[in-house]
């Protein structure tokens, strides 16, 4: 969470418990967009999303938070979510800005900008599928692309998981040397479509990959669906940002779960490959070196498991 977003924090001074309202749910808010403006000579926008809310009771935009930058593309899926406090009652005024990051400077002003978009949380979460698009204006005279924002509410499971991945004879997708291997994990979602919830880092250089372990939330990965389909691709990266599909495999939490055994040791099909040749077997194989299940205490778990509070 950014320090801005601690501003909109009420002190405990100003709670009210007559007066506050209480959000109805979590919501998580995935952005993508598609036909960014092209604001790089030689390459393509290194695009950024910027949230800024509004205030309740007043109109001072703030920012929220930002996604990660991701280079060389104009239709970036963004990984890093945002994460709202939705209310029924209320109108929740959101706005989407992309730039182009031109260097490592926090200050948005030192970026090209790209466009932006506005709606309400309630316009989003009562939309088909709680997903909306919009076209992203701004600019004058220039078309700027679009933007889709998807909602998914989030149950209360508040469990982690640190996993981690090996690879075994991948593809070698690279002319001159071996594969720079990287995955990329979607969650299903209800409407039989997918949503982006990690990426690995790039391994450089080998067919025979070990990620690093991460860790991600049980809500992140699957919403706490123990069944949900979970989708891993593997990609070759390549620095122009055209990362070459190498296979896909699917699993699922539950199975997930069984740790280091035989039942997680997944072959990465290319369907393409598979259907044009009868030979084909594989692209290489994906295997789960370990998995740890983490559940997050909160202070009233604090406080309910008795811990007493000390007075200084």
Same mark, same amino acid.
């Given at each position: 969470m950014s320090s801005s977003s601690f501003v909109n924090m009420a002190t405990i001074g100003d709670f009210d418990p007559l007066?506050?309202?209480?959000?109805?749910?979590? =919501?998580? &808010?995935? #952005?993508?967009?598609?036909?960014?403006? *092209?604001r790089d000579t030689f390459s393509k926008s290194d695009p950024i999303c910027v949230l800024y809310t509004q205030g309740i009771g007043n109109k001072e935009w703030r920012e929220f938070g930002r996604t990660e930058v991701i280079d060389n593309t104009l239709n970036p899926d963004f990984v890093r979510k945002f994460i709202l406090d939705y209310f029924f009652e209320e109108r929740?005024?959101?706005?989407? *800005?992309?730039?182009? =990051?031109?260097?490592?400077s926090t200050n948005l002003s030192k970026h090209d900008f790209l466009g932006q978009a506005c709606?309400? +949380?309630?316009? &989003? =979460?009562? /939309?088909?599928?709680?997903?909306?698009e919009k076209p992203l204006g701004g600019i004058p005279g220039k078309k700027c692309g679009t933007?889709? #924002?998807?909602?998914?509410?989030?149950?209360?499971?508040?469990?982690? =998981?640190?996993?981690?991945f090996c690879g075994n004879k991948l593809d070698k997708k690279d002319?001159?040397?071996?594969?720079?291997?990287f995955l990329v994990f979607y969650r299903s979602n209800e409407d039989g479509t997918f949503t982006i919830c990690h990426k690995t880092e790039v391994v450089k250089n080998t067919l025979n990959p070990v990620w690093q372990a991460f860790k991600i939330p049980v809500r992140a990965l699957c919403n706490g669906d123990y069944d949900r389909t979970i989708k891993i691709e593997v990609y070759d990266w390549d620095r122009d940002g055209s990362h070459d599909f190498?296979?896909?495999?699917s699993t699922s939490y539950r199975e997930l779960s069984r740790g280091q055994s035989q039942f997680n040791v997944y072959e990465v099909i290319n369907?393409?490959?598979?259907?044009?040749?009868?030979?084909?077997?594989?692209?290489?194989?994906?295997?789960? +070196? /370990?998995? +740890? #299940?983490?559940?997050?205490v909160t202070f009233? *778990?604090?406080?309910?498991?008795?811990?007493?509070?000390? *007075?200084f």
């Open positions: 007066n506050a309202t209480v959000p109805a749910t979590k =919501v998580e &808010i995935t #952005v993508s967009c598609r036909n960014l403006l *092209d929740q005024n959101l706005r989407f *800005d992309l730039y182009d =990051v031109d260097s490592k709606c309400t +949380l309630g316009e &989003i =979460v009562g /939309s088909l599928g709680s997903r909306q933007i889709i #924002v998807k909602a998914e509410e989030l149950n209360n499971c508040r469990e982690s =998981v640190m996993m981690q002319f001159f040397g071996k594969s720079d291997p190498i296979g896909e495999f369907p393409k490959k598979k259907g044009k040749k009868k030979k084909y077997l594989n692209s290489g194989t994906v295997t789960l +070196l /370990s998995f +740890l #299940v983490d559940i997050e009233l *778990d604090y406080i309910k498991g008795g811990a007493e509070q000390q *007075d």
